[in-house]
Each structure stands twice: as structure tokens, then as C-alpha cells.
């Protein structure tokens, strides 16, 4: 779990490291998509990307079973504030966000990859002229930020990494790097739908 | 102070329970809340009643024998004390208070609010332990140094009384925490460094055979145990764990 979560923390800072180009140029943004599309190592790692949803997915699920089962009979009265929220929601935001990766394959991937579009900053710059669609990846980036508030110290706890020293600095980096991921993916959503209405 | 008592009771293991409720009209807020519940027991017992059976021994907080998940606390709504050292002055006049048995496949109820700990102790024989020879020429443990920070922090570990309260707070019913004191109080210390590996392994390999859930590092755990044992216990563990599955042949 902690492997497959923090191989997909590496994944999305270099996703959100080449989207944000799209902010400032266009021909960088498409230079930078065709180097990812054309290079044989990001190609391979495409395939090792996708391995390593599927453990985290699978693995995510089956972990989940296995907790609710282990509960039994539930308490009539649980007062639930001594863990945090993000903590003891992990299943319901990583579903959603699959719902979300789903649809945004749909949206981008498949596209890409059939050969239907000589731009991508053009594709990009189409759908997220539609404010409905602004707002559905706006949601996204919340819960994926709500995913990574516990998931980042998390996956560093379960492999063993904590002292009195580093762990406070692991929290921050984690913050640091959720806010990030949130505010970087919307930032890219509303400067692009701005720029859809001028 | 007067008070409604609602308590899950159930005859055993196999049967169904359900909560009753018992009106109290004088209770010291002075008693503990085991005694409180002694007073409802005699009670019971004058009206010709079976009484509430719930788990106690040392009352003063060492032994790890009561336990209580109150108003969906484990003992209770104040931090690092036992149910035993909780006082009914933490109360008010009037309230109504819940009090169900630990909730987890691994801690069947035996009756009413008791419920069977014994996977800890499986769990202490698969590896809670270090072997030393008692032949007459056993060393003085004082006779090896060992540095303060190691000690105090096996010391820490060693505080655990495995009441259980780490299962009944964590929303997957893990027992990380309680497994994790275990390992530590010896992974920390020169005695514990021979069988560590072995250590590490079979106590996982039994705590996940008992049926307990997985540690999701929600904290929950850390938050409601009476002796305040740390998670940095179960990154330790998980240490000790990761090296020894990648290191033994076993
Ligand atoms: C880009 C997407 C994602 C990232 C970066 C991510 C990251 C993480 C990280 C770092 C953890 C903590 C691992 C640990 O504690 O050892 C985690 C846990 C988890 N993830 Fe994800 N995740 C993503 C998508 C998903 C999806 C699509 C699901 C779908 C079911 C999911 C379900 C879970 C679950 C259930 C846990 C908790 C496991 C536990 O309780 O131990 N995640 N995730
Ligand atoms: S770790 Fe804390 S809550 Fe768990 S058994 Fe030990 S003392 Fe009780
Ligand atoms: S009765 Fe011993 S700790 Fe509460």
C-alpha cells in the first residue's frame, strides 16, 4: 500500500509538473506532452503507472474488507473525533477519485491515444470552457487533496519511517505537497476556463 | 447525582444482546465508575437480579482488566486513565450514559460487558517474550549499558497493559499498537536483539491470524490508550517487520 501510494505521489508531481506549463505557453505545454508521448521510458512507465493503480486499488479494497470485518458488532455509539477525517474516509475519496480518473481518461487519454488530436493544449482548452466540467475537476483535485492530507505521512509511517526528528518535517512535506496537488491542478482548471471566455 | 444507565447485555457469546436501561438516583460524584457500577450491581442482586458482569482487578490503573466503551469512548471520555481511575465528577446530573463491551471479531463477548482477551496472550506466546537461562549464573541486567533515550523509550513501551482499548478505538479493530508495545519494549533493548527477527514476524503473523484488523495509521489508537503509547511503536514495528521479512529464510 505504502509502495503503490508513494510510486503514485511520484507520478502525480510530474503530471502536475507538466500540465502547469499550460498556464504560461502553449507550444510548451505541447512540446512537453509530445515528449511524453514520444519517449520510450515515459511510454514504458505508462504501463508500471498502471500496475500501480491497480495494487493500490485492489490492495485498498481488499485492506478495507478485511477492517470492516474485523469490527463485527458495531457500537450503538461511536464518538469518532480521536482519529482524523481524512483518515477514515480513504475508501470513499479513492473511489471517487477512480471515478475521476476514469473519466478523465475518457476525456483525454482515449483521445490522445487513438490519434484524434493533433493539439492537446487545443483539447484541453475545449473542455475546460465548460464550467460543469470545471467544477466536476474541482471537486477531484478537494478529495484528492483530502486522500493525500492523510495518505503522504501515512505511507511513510507504514514503512517504518518515523523519529522524533523527521516525522514533523514528513507532516509538513505532506501538507506542502497536498496543497500543492489542490491548488495546482485547480489553479490550471480556472486560468484555463478564464481563458476560454476571452 | 442521578443517572440513566444504558448497558449492553448479553447471556453469552452466541446469544443476542441488547441495551437495558437502569435508573441510579444517588451516585457520589466522588466514586469511580466501576464502583458506580458496583452500587447498581448490589442492587441488582437485593432485587433478586442477575448483575451486570464487566471485567476489573487492580482498580488503580496497572493491570489492563477493566474496560468499557463509554458514550463511544474506551474508557471514557478522559485522556490516558483506565476505566477503574475514571470519576463519576466527570459527569453531570442527569446524563444518560452508554456502556457497551470492546467491539472486535477477536474479542468475543463472554457475557454482558465482558469480553474474551485471550488473542493477546496467543499473540504474547507467539514471540512477547525473550528467553534467558535460569541456570543460577544469569547476568544482572544493570550490568550493561544501554543509552538513556533507548530506555526511556522501552520503558514507554512497557507501560502497555494490554487492556485492549487500542482495538476497541481503531475503526479496523487493529491491534498494531498493543503489538507494536510489545515488540518495541524489547527491540529497544540489547536483551531482545537474538530473537527480534523471529520476534517480529510471529507476533504479526499472529495478530493477523486472531482476526484483527490492519493498521490504516488513522491514530485513533494512540489518542484513546490509557498509558498514551505512541505510533512511533508501530513505525518501529513495521521497521523491525519489513527488515526481518527481507532478511530471514523462515
Ligand atoms: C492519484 C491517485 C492516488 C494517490 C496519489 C493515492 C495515494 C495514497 C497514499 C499515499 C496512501 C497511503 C498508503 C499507506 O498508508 O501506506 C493511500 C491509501 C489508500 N488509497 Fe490511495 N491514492 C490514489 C488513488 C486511490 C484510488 C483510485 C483508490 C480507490 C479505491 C484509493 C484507495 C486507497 C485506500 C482505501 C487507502 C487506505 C489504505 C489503508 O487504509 O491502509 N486510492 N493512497
Ligand atoms: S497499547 Fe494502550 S490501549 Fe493498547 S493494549 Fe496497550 S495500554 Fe491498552
Ligand atoms: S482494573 Fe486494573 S487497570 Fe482498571
Redesign the pocket.
Known amino acids: 500500500m505504502s509502495l503503490s501510494g508513494l510510486f503514485l505521489i511520484s507520478f502525480l508531481l510530474v503530471h502536475l509538473g507538466v500540465n502547469i506549463t499550460m498556464i504560461w505557453s502553449k507550444d510548451l505545454f505541447n512540446a512537453a506532452s509530445h515528449f511524453m508521448e514520444t519517449n520510450w521510458i515515459i511510454q514504458s512507465m505508462q504501463w508500471i503507472l498502471a500496475i500501480g493503480f491497480i495494487v493500490h486499488i485492489v490492495y485498498g479494497i481488499i485492506l478495507t474488507i478485511q477492517n470492516r470485518r474485523a469490527r463485527g458488532v458495531q457500537y450503538a455509539v461511536k464518538k469518532g473525533g480521536s482519529a482524523p477525517l481524512s483518515s477514515r474516509t480513504m475508501i470513499h475519496s479513492g473511489i471517487l477519485i477512480l471515478l475521476f480518473i476514469l473519466l478523465h481518461l475518457r476525456d483525454f487519454l482515449v483521445p490522445m491515444k487513438l490519434g484524434l488530436v493533433d493539439d492537446n493544449y487545443e483539447l484541453v482548452a475545449a473542455k475546460f470552457s465548460n464550467p460543469v466540467f470545471v467544477i466536476i475537476y474541482i471537486v477531484a483535485f478537494i478529495l484528492l487533496g483530502l486522500h493525500l492530507s492523510h495518505g503522504f505521512q501515512s505511507a511513510f509511517q507504514s514503512s517504518g519511517a518515523a523519529h522524533s526528528k523527521y516525522t514533523p518535517i514528513i507532516k509538513g512535506l505532506g501538507k506542502a505537497y497536498f496543497l500543492l496537488m489542490s491548488l495546482g491542478f485547480t489553479a490550471i482548471a480556472v486560468v484555463m476556463y478564464f481563458r476560454s471566455l476571452t | 447525582m442521578k443517572l440513566t444507565l444504558k448497558i449492553w447485555r448479553q447471556k453469552d457469546e452466541h446469544s443476542k444482546g441488547k441495551f437495558e436501561s437502569y435508573q441510579l438516583d444517588e451516585v457520589s460524584p466522588n466514586s469511580s465508575f ?1 464502583e458506580m457500577l458496583d452500587q447498581l450491581n448490589e442492587r441488582l442482586i437485593n432485587d433478586k437480579k442477575e448483575p451486570v458482569v464487566f ?12 474496560s468499557l466503551y463509554i458514550n463511544g469512548q474506551p474508557h471514557g471520555p478522559d485522556r490516558g486513565v ?4 475514571l470519576h463519576m465528577r466527570r459527569f453531570k446530573d442527569g446524563d444518560t450514559i452508554h456502556i457497551e463491551p470492546w467491539r472486535a471479531k477477536s474479542f468475543p463477548v463472554i457475557k454482558d460487558l465482558m469480553v474474551d482477551r485471550s488473542a493477546f496472550d496467543r499473540i504474547m506466546s507467539a514471540g512477547g517474550f525473550i528467553s534467558v537461562n535460569t541456570s543460577g549464573n544469569t547476568q544482572d541486567a544493570n550490568n550493561i549499558p544501554i543509552n538513556k533515550e533507548d530506555a526511556d523509550k522501552a520503558f514507554d513501551a512497557a507501560a502497555c ?1 494490554g ?1 485492549g482499548a487500542c482495538v476497541a478505538a481503531c475503526k479496523n479493530a487493529s491491534a498494531m499498537l498493543f503489538v507494536s508495545a510489545k515488540v518495541s519494549q524489547f527491540a529497544l533493548l540489547p536483551q531482545g536483539q537474538p530473537e527480534s527477527k523471529q520476534r517480529a514476524l510471529n507476533m504479526v503473523r499472529q495478530h493477523d491470524k486472531e482476526g484483527f484488523g490492519n493498521c490504516s495509521n488513522t491514530g485513533a489508537c494512540e489518542a484513546e490508550c ?1 498509558k498514551e503509547i505512541s505510533l512511533e511503536n508501530i513505525a518501529r514495528l513495521n521497521r523491525e517487520y519489513i527488515g526481518a521479512s527481507l532478511t530471514t529464510d523462515a
Open positions: 466501576l471485567d476489573h482487578d487492580c482498580r488503580e490503573g496497572i493491570c489492563g482488566t477493566c483506565t476505566t477503574c481511575q497493559i487492556c490509557p
